[in-house]
């Protein structure tokens, strides 16, 4: 079991930027693929980006050149930096950790992008 607390939401405006947290409770080196998710007003959750245990990353169309996901193994926590923020990126995000047989997430924390 791990648990994961998202931090960082809050509101901006369109072309601000966020960083976002997601600490977690047990050590995730070698272990996990951490990745972002958001799941907007009326919609779907999507992947926003993803990092390997070995730091490969992917991104959703959406979020590249804009949105840079990391991890520090060290303090247990991946980050998710936000930039040229768009008003359709409000949102709540998610944190998750996958690994085989198990995801696990966080319980969300809403960025609101005002125009």
């Known amino acids: 079991q791990v648990q994961l607390v998202e931090s960082g939401g809050g509101l901006v405006q369109a072309g601000g930027s966020l960083r976002l947290s997601c600490a977690a409770s047990r050590n995730i080196d070698r272990l996990y693929i951490m990745g972002w998710y958001r799941q907007g007003p009326d919609k779907q959750r999507e992947m926003v980006a993803i990092i390997s245990s070995g730091g490969s990353t992917n991104y959703a169309d959406s979020a590249k050149g804009r949105f840079t996901i990391s991890r520090d193994n060290a303090l247990n926590t991946v980050y998710l930096q936000m930039s040229s923020l768009k008003p359709e990126d409000t949102a709540v995000y998610y944190c998750?950790?996958?690994?085989?047989?198990?995801?696990?997430w966080g319980q969300g924390t809403q960025v609101t992008v005002s125009s």
């Open positions: 998750n950790a996958a690994e085989p047989g198990n995801s696990y």
